[in-house]
């Protein structure tokens, strides 16, 4: 085997940390692992800039547990809420959890016992806890904002499955149970927004705006944002009013420098966009000047390249800012509008 160049390695290290599917590790249980776990040493400085403070892990059963991350001397570790997941999973010395994170807060956590098998109970745990929570309540948790669609009696459904990327920087709404419309979704609740089976679009829009938070919105990796930054971001989102399917993404370095290549979040490539490599429009609100970028498929992603770099100088974005991209055309070409959030000002347009 021949030993990569230090260029190569270099590319390799920013690939994995910035576009592979998901970041993997283990931990055996040993000490006392009951009511906190640390994260491993080397994964500690990626994630203090990606994850919230607040995650979720999911178990083999599809169950979530809500558990806070907590920074002490330098180390990351899952506090409260951590003692509950391995209650319910009945974790013991010498047990080996897989943890595979899949970005916007999400882990997959699988159980093995001493011998490296999966211990099959934990394929039948559920959450007790959230199982108590109403129906409205659990359709809110379980909320993605992807667009506002026109007005319709039809407007959302509830839809019984579930994705392993969460809610991914696009916007829609999901709840874990059977397919029904919007219409009677709020007949049957307390929120009577409609009348003879019919919502105004403006009264959607009021109910987007209560649900919508940042733990909601799915970004290709997200980063920590400090309360009145989250404030003005979700703002930002709100007052872009969008009609047509879209995601948000933060600006990270390789984004608007070197090698200049925009992840699309996977969730919104696969429902919206083709899947072979071809131009995409994009331009700013009003019309006006536009950028053809080549969007790039490839096995482990696909993104914006080539004009790209072009659009970024042109919009002075840099490092922190956010980009809302709304598809607005996708027949003969696919055109987004592209919305700017200046993160280091607080200005959005």
Request: glycine share 6%; hydrophobic share 35%.
């Given at each position: 085997?021949?030993?990569?160049?230090?260029?190569?390695?270099?590319w390799?290290?920013?690939?994995?940390?910035?576009?592979?599917?998901?970041?993997?590790?283990?931990?055996?249980?040993?000490g006392?692992?009951?009511?906190?776990?640390?994260?491993?040493?080397?994964?500690?400085?990626?994630?203090?800039?990606?994850?919230?403070?607040?995650?979720?892990?999911?178990?083999?059963?599809g169950?979530?547990w809500?558990?806070?991350m907590?920074?002490m001397?330098?180390s990351?570790?899952?506090?409260?809420?951590?003692k509950?997941?391995?209650?319910?999973?009945?974790?013991?010395?010498?047990?080996v959890?897989?943890?595979?994170?899949?970005?916007?807060?999400?882990?997959?956590?699988?159980?093995?016992?001493?011998?490296?098998?999966?211990?099959v109970?934990?394929?039948?745990?559920?959450n007790?806890?959230?199982?108590?929570i109403?129906?409205?309540?659990?359709?809110?948790?379980?909320?993605?904002?992807i667009?506002?669609?026109?007005?319709?009696?039809t407007?959302v459904?509830?839809?019984?499955?579930?994705?392993?990327?969460?809610?991914?920087?696009?916007i829609?709404?999901?709840?874990?149970?059977?397919?029904?419309?919007?219409?009677?979704?709020?007949?049957?609740?307390?929120?009577?927004?409609?009348?003879?089976?019919?919502?105004?679009?403006?009264?959607?829009?009021?109910?987007v705006?209560?649900?919508?938070?940042?733990?909601?919105?799915?970004?290709?990796?997200?980063?920590?944002f400090?309360p009145?930054?989250e404030?003005?971001?979700?703002?930002?989102v709100?007052?872009?009013?969008?009609?047509?399917?879209?995601?948000v993404?933060?600006?990270?370095?390789s984004y608007?420098s070197?090698?200049?290549?925009?992840?699309?979040?996977?969730?919104?490539?696969?429902?919206?966009?083709p899947?072979?490599?071809?131009?995409?429009?994009?331009?700013?609100?009003?019309?006006?000047?536009?950028?053809s970028?080549?969007?790039?498929?490839?096995?482990?992603?696909?993104?914006?390249?080539g004009?790209w770099?072009?659009?970024?100088n042109?919009?002075?974005?840099?490092?922190g800012?956010?980009?809302?991209?709304?598809?607005?055309e996708?027949?003969?070409?696919?055109r987004?509008?592209?919305?700017?959030?200046q993160?280091?000002?607080?200005?959005?347009?």
């Amino acid at each position: 085997m021949v030993d990569d160049c230090e260029s190569c390695k270099q590319w390799k290290e920013h690939y994995y940390w910035d576009h592979a599917k998901s970041i993997n590790f283990f931990k055996v249980m040993n000490g006392d692992f009951s009511k906190q776990m640390g994260v491993p040493e080397k994964l500690t400085s990626h994630f203090c800039k990606v994850l919230p403070q607040n995650i979720e892990l999911k178990g083999p059963s599809g169950d979530s547990w809500s558990v806070k991350m907590v920074k002490m001397n330098g180390s990351l570790w899952f506090g409260n809420g951590w003692k509950e997941f391995v209650e319910a999973h009945c974790v013991e010395m010498g047990d080996v959890l897989v943890f595979k994170y899949y970005g916007n807060s999400f882990f997959d956590v699988l159980v093995m016992d001493g011998s490296g098998c999966e211990k099959v109970p934990s394929y039948f745990v559920k959450n007790k806890k959230k199982q108590k929570i109403e129906c409205v309540e659990r359709v809110e948790d379980s909320v993605e904002i992807i667009h506002v669609p026109p007005c319709s009696p039809t407007l959302v459904e509830c839809d019984s499955s579930s994705s392993s990327d969460g809610v991914q920087s696009e916007i829609h709404y999901r709840a874990n149970q059977s397919k029904r419309n919007f219409t009677n979704y709020m007949k049957n609740t307390d929120q009577k927004i409609a009348n003879d089976h019919r919502v105004e679009q403006e009264q959607v829009e009021v109910l987007v705006q209560k649900k919508l938070s940042l733990e909601n919105i799915i970004m290709s990796r997200k980063k920590c944002f400090t309360p009145s930054e989250e404030k003005s971001l979700l703002l930002f989102v709100q007052s872009v009013r969008p009609k047509h399917p879209f995601f948000v993404s933060y600006m990270h370095l390789s984004y608007v420098s070197k090698r200049f290549f925009l992840t699309v979040p996977s969730a919104f490539a696969s429902a919206y966009l083709p899947d072979t490599t071809q131009q995409i429009v994009l331009q700013r609100p009003g019309g006006g000047k536009k950028w053809s970028v080549i969007y790039l498929v490839q096995k482990i992603a696909a993104g914006f390249s080539g004009q790209w770099k072009q659009f970024v100088n042109d919009n002075n974005l840099e490092e922190g800012d956010i980009c809302l991209f709304e598809l607005v055309e996708n027949k003969k070409k696919i055109r987004m509008s592209v919305h700017f959030w200046q993160r280091r000002t607080g200005d959005g347009s």
